[in-house]
């Protein structure tokens, strides 16, 4: 039995319009994210660099962009969190243990509070038994050792334990864990179908 959920974040509570940020960067020169931006955000998410030297970092292959402008191009595709999503997570949070364990960056992040605000993105966090961010540990997903982190500081059975995620390279690996896994995919399915896919109940006690 399901005793344990393990979240991301990025479209799966917090909506993201990847074309909206591709336009955004088109519109300051960026038409191809090639393997040296790839390499810049990779440090970034596994906290390596901070804001100011990749936003810096990416100056080089812009139009001639300032890093205000960058910065507001990479925030592009950061959209909303739906209220009724957290007011699903609050009623979960009765029965699971809950964590949140993403690759979402300290830029995105900070875009995503301050448009949510305090009282908002408090509740949220709150949910959870506890936070864990790429860049603050240091690895991420799809990496084993980043799920390997949640199950050792935590005592966690990936057998009784869920992990949801919009991206399948990154179930695929919990997956190779021993992990429980409902990859989400964005377009036609949201987390709150949770116990219509997984059939899981609220009244539920683990």
Not at 13 to 41: M, P, R, S, Y
Not at 162 to 171: A, M, P
Not at 176 to 197: A, I, P, R
Request: proline share 3%; with cysteine.
């Amino acid at each position: 039995m399901i005793n344990t959920i393990i979240f991301d974040m990025g479209d799966v509570f917090l909506n993201k319009d990847k074309q909206a940020k591709v336009k955004a960067l088109a519109k300051i020169g960026i038409t191809d994210w090639n393997d040296d931006l790839e390499k810049l955000e990779k440090k970034l998410e596994t906290g390596k660099i901070g804001e100011e030297e990749y936003l810096a970092g990416i100056q080089p292959h812009t139009n001639g962009a300032s890093l205000e402008a960058i910065k507001d191009a990479w925030n592009a595709g950061i959209t909303d969190f739906p209220l009724y999503r957290l007011e699903f997570l609050q009623k979960l949070a009765a029965n699971y243990r809950l964590f949140l364990l993403s690759n979402t960056d300290p830029i995105h992040i900070e875009k995503f509070e301050n448009e949510a605000g305090a009282s908002f993105y408090s509740d949220f966090y709150q949910c959870f038994e506890k936070i864990y961010f790429s860049h603050e540990i240091g690895v991420r997903k799809p990496d084993a050792e980043a799920f390997n982190h949640v199950i050792n500081k935590h005592d966690i059975q990936p057998k009784r334990t869920l992990v949801v995620d919009d991206k399948k390279f990154n179930t695929d690996a919990a997956a190779e864990l021993g992990f429980q896994v409902w990859n989400l995919e964005k377009d036609h399915e949201d987390v709150v179908d949770l116990f219509d896919k997984k059939v899981l109940t609220l009244d539920e006690q683990p």
